[in-house]
């Protein structure tokens, strides 16, 4: 399984950004797909999860009606859409998977919003 995360970077607030996540070595259709984040000194936390089809999605509160979570199963690709990014938004970003009983993240990226 490898997941690689791209898109992050500096943003100010009230910014927009797009991270992307590749994944190979799985049956990626068959899975359900997750983008979690971890700010300095923070516990990992679940943002965006997106079913199988891309037809049901979820989000923390936190983030709702701001992030939009997205997949191309014929691509192999899962997205999340970041507006009216906050500061407190900022954190590495980590693509996750459930793979054959096993935990699988990417290395993250780093989404930095700050004027």
């Known amino acids: 399984v490898q997941l690689v995360e791209s898109g992050g970077g500096l943003v100010q607030p009230g910014g927009s950004l797009r991270l992307s996540c590749a994944a190979s070595?799985?049956?990626?259709?068959?899975?359900?797909m997750s983008w979690y984040r971890q700010a300095p000194g923070k516990e990992r936390e679940l943002v965006a999860i997106?079913?199988?089809?891309?037809?049901?999605?979820d989000y923390a509160d936190s983030v709702k009606g701001r992030f939009t979570v997205s997949r191309d199963n014929a691509k192999n690709m899962v997205s999340l859409q970041m507006n009216s990014l906050k500061p407190e938004d900022t954190a590495v970003y980590y693509c996750?998977?459930?793979?054959?009983?096993?935990?699988?993240w990417g290395q993250g990226t780093q989404v930095t919003v700050s004027s």
């Open positions: 996750y998977a459930y793979v054959s009983r096993k935990r699988s």
């Open positions: 070595g799985f049956t990626f259709s068959n899975y359900v």
């Open positions: 997106i079913s199988t089809t891309g037809d049901s999605t």
